[in-house]
């Protein structure tokens, strides 16, 4: 067996023919210069620009660049609010970020630009491999060529066996060992590691069901919050949502048609250690229904374990307090009576907000007026002359709510939106004690703070729990989940999965002894090639053992008589040398 081999030359490589061909669908790169026939010359010179893999890349790359400043820029379909506030901030570099469209990235002409080229780059690289991939799978292995001791890896012995018979166990055995094999003249070609190439087609296809996945997402989202208080009942409607987010392509029509009810809120926290008032549970109970005339289900929303309807999911985003209070006027008369949320301020539920009486209300002289209420709530109080108005522990343990009271015009009718927890004391008079103090008031559930001259009162009556929900419907999510999942495993086989030909010639010799030539070709150098021809070499090697060596030369006049020896191992397989010198 040769124990040296050269790399192979231009003219090497031509007598391959065949099975040298690319062991790849992956389309030759050529740097061609650009065309000199007119338009259609140019346009066939754009499209192969376009469909190769280098400008693949290359938009793959300013697609994800052009994701950045979404992420580092408030943008008008998340935040209106932090764009106007960003504008406000900043006059001059506002106007740029407008003519650039910064503040709308992901529907801007620009970036959807980049999306639809990458889309098209992406069908033009896979449709032609695809179709390549398909005539591979059904062709056979190419036949061997005409010296297969030129190949990286190969392996020769002499054997007694019929070339039929070395064949016929070489196509078994290559079968076997589950490569494409059959019978080509005098040699047997296999071919095997065909899922590298489907896993490359596999990646690049869920590529491009990711990017349909994600437009189709962001064109028909939407996601809204909604504050529900213990008791209180929400509708799919566009109308019921205290904020509400959508897709450019959306419409109301997409909205689930469905309803749920907040029947209680429980939450459980540390009690102890040094994670003390950390929420350990929080649960919401529902009742819900599908459709106008769904029949009524219970179920229980909790962190992370959404209500799921159609496309659309329920999620549990927040908890809080809404302490129940009522109002009466000058005369008696309960002109309020209801909970009011208020929101968290810190980790133990620390709340602030406003309580407005707008209709109904008159006062000592039977005058229409206006209430308003600055209120704080803790749910535990450290107790009197221990601690200012700040919760020691998120549970309901001692509860209190302080209230400053006002009265006058709360600017409800003046055109301009206000938030329903904040109170505007431009256009108010804050109620004063008989000493001239303000009238402000720590109240316990159960008492009432009265008002001055007659005014009317407040009563704290108890608390109510409320939890925030957020509704999303994200479609396409699975199919982008699916896309992600087949791009990683695609990618895994592509590569980890060597693509690889082998070829076994058996030809009777001049003196009528048959010589086994084994020899194997990868796409790229590695030493799992002439590692697996090694031992394929070897079963081959124990069905057609090797036969003597023919002699060469006169015998030595004297000495022992010469021993020709066994043959040579057919599992040390040859490969070039790194450096050798090429003849």
Known sequence: MSKTTTDPTPSDAEDLGAAGSQLSTAPQEELSAPPSLGVIGWTRWFWRQLTSMRVALLLLLLLSLGAIPGSLIPQTGIDATKVELFRRNHSTLAPVYDKLGLFHVYSSVWFSAIYILLFVSLIGCIVPRTWQFVGQLRGRPPGAPKRLTRLPAHTTWRTEATPEQVREAALALLKKR???AHV????????????RELGNLAFHIALIVMLVAFAAGQLFKSEGDKLIVEGGGFSNTLTQYDDFKSGSLFSSDDLEPFSFKLDDFRGTYEVTGPNRGTPRTYEAHLTYSVGAYGKDTKTTVKVNEPLEIGDSKVYLVSHGYAPVVTVRDGKGNVVMKDAVPLLPQDGNVTSSGAIKVMDGYRNAQGQKDQLGFQAVFIPTFAGEGQGTMLSQ???LLNPRLALNAYHGDLGVNAGIPQSVYQLDTQHLKQFKKANGDPLAERLKPGQTMQLPNGAGSITF??????????VTRQPASGWALGGAIAAIFGLAASLFIQRRRVWVRAVRGADGVTVVEMAGLGRSESAKVPEELGQLAGILYDQAPGAPEPETGPEPESGPESDPGPAADPSEVSVPAEGAEKK
Request: net charge neutral; aromatic share 18%; hydrophobic share 45%.
């Open 461 to 470: 009556d108890g608390v109510k729990e409320w939890a925030g929900f957020q």
């Open 184 to 195: 080509a003249g005098d040699a047997v070609a296999a071919e095997k590691g065909y899922l």
């Open 393 to 395: 522990f998120p549970a």
């Open 178 to 180: 589950r490569f494409r």
